[in-house]
C-alpha cells in the first residue's frame, strides 16, 4: 500500500475532526499547531513495549510482573494531573504493543484526552524508494492507534520528526564523536558506545558533579552505573535524542508539561538524566518514574521512583 493510499485511508477516517482520527503535522504544520497548545496540559509517557503482554486494553500482563499497588500509584498520578479532552498525551512513535502503551489506552479512554505521536522522518540521504517504504510505515504505525482509540473518538496528531534534527540533538547532548565525521555508513544500533569517551552536554555536567537536586543525582549515578559496566548501545542513544526532540518541540508551548516512566531500557534512563540535568524538564515538578518490570530482573534498569512533589 502507497502513502498516498495510506494518507486517503487517514482522511477517511476523519472528515470531521471532531470525530477522531489522524491529523498530520509535517514541518509546514508545526508552528500553528505549537501555538495551538497553549494553555495545555503535555503528558509524556514512556516504558517498556512489550509485546507479549496481552492485550491493549487490559493490565493482565503488568500484573504479572508487577504489583495492584504500583498500578494503583500510577493511576492516581495521572487523575491528579488532571489531563481533559483538550489536553495532549505524546509517544514517540510506538507501536500498539501491550507494553506501557496499555496505560496510553486508558489515559485515552478515561480523560478523552488527544493523543500525539511523534515519528522520526528518514534520512534524506537515503534512496527515494527507502525513505518512501519508510514513510509507508510510519503512516500504516499511526493509523493502527487511530484505530485502537476510535472508540474514544481519539484525534491523532502525526507529528514529523526530522532525522537530521535527532542527529544534531543526540550529538550535542551526548557528544559529537557518536557520528564519526567522513564515515561512509551510520553506526549499526548496537555498536558499542563508552559513555565518557564523549563530552556532550550530558557527560559535561555529570562530569562537574555539581548536582543539586536528588533525582539529577540519582539518575547520573544510573547512568555511571552502566557506564561502569562496559559500553552501551548506539541505539540507546538515538532513542534518548528522539524523547528529548519531541519534549524540546513541544514542551515550551504548553501551559504544564508531565513525563511518566513506567518502566523503560537504557534510553529512558539516558534521557531521564540528560532532560533533568540540562534542563529538559524539572525534575521536582514534571517527572514521574516508576520502576516497572517486565520480568527480567537481570536487565531491567533499577530505576529510581520519582514522585512529582505535588503528588506527595
Same mark, same amino acid.
Given at each position: ?24 503535522? %509535517?514541518?509546514?504544520? $508545526?508552528?500553528? @499547531?505549537?501555538? !495551538? *497548545? ?9 516504558? #517498556? ?117 535527532? %542527529?544534531?540533538?543526540? $550529538?550535542?547532548? @551526548?557528544?559529537? !564523536? *557518536? ?9 549499526? #544500533? ?123
Amino acid at each position: 500500500m502507497t502513502m498516498d493510499s495510506l494518507k486517503r485511508i487517514a482522511t477517511a477516517c476523519c472528515p470531521d475532526s471532531s470525530a477522531g482520527g489522524i491529523i498530520h503535522i %509535517d514541518a509546514s504544520k $508545526l508552528a500553528e @499547531f505549537q501555538k !495551538g *497548545l497553549s494553555g495545555k496540559k503535555l503528558l509524556f509517557m514512556k516504558g #517498556f513495549g512489550q509485546k507479549d503482554w496481552g492485550p491493549l486494553d487490559s493490565f493482565e500482563g503488568f500484573l504479572k510482573f508487577n504489583d495492584a499497588e504500583m498500578l494503583k500509584q500510577i493511576q492516581d498520578t495521572v487523575k491528579l494531573y488532571g489531563l481533559t479532552s483538550e489536553d495532549y498525551v505524546a509517544i514517540d512513535g510506538d507501536p500498539t504493543n501491550a507494553g506501557f502503551q496499555v496505560f496510553v489506552y486508558w489515559v485515552a479512554k478515561e480523560t478523552r484526552c488527544k493523543l500525539i505521536w511523534a515519528k522520526k522522518l528518514p534520512a534524506q540521504t537515503l534512496p527515494e524508494e527507502a525513505q518512501q517504504e519508510a514513510k509507508d510505515k510510519m503512516w500504516a504505525g499511526v493509523k493502527s492507534w487511530a484505530t485502537a482509540l476510535g472508540p474514544f473518538n481519539t484525534k491523532v496528531y502525526f507529528v514529523e520528526i526530522s532525522h537530521e534534527e535527532q %542527529d544534531r540533538e543526540m $550529538l550535542r547532548v @551526548f557528544g559529537n !564523536g *557518536l557520528l564519526p565525521r567522513g564515515a561512509e555508513e551510520r553506526p549499526k #544500533f548496537n555498536a558499542p558506545v563508552t559513555f565518557f569517551d564523549y563530552d556532550g552536554a550530558l557527560q559535561v555536567q555529570m562530569k562537574k558533579g555539581d548536582h543539586h537536586n536528588p533525582v539529577v543525582e540519582a539518575y547520573a549515578r544510573e547512568v555511571k552505573g552502566y557506564s561502569d559496566k562496559g559500553p552501551m548501545e548506539f541505539c540507546a542513544f538515538e532513542n534518548a535524542a528522539k524523547g528529548l526532540v519531541i519534549r524540546s518541540l513541544l514542551r515550551p508551548h504548553a501551559q504544564t508539561n508531565l513525563t511518566l516512566l513506567t518502566g523503560g531500557g537504557q534510553a529512558s534512563v539516558l534521557e531521564v538524566a540528560a532532560s533533568a540535568a540540562t534542563g529538559g524538564v524539572n525534575p521536582d515538578t514534571e517527572l514521574a518514574v516508576f520502576p516497572a518490570s517486565r520480568g527480567k530482573p537481570d536487565r531491567d534498569p533499577k530505576m529510581t521512583k520519582v514522585v512529582p512533589q505535588w503528588v506527595k
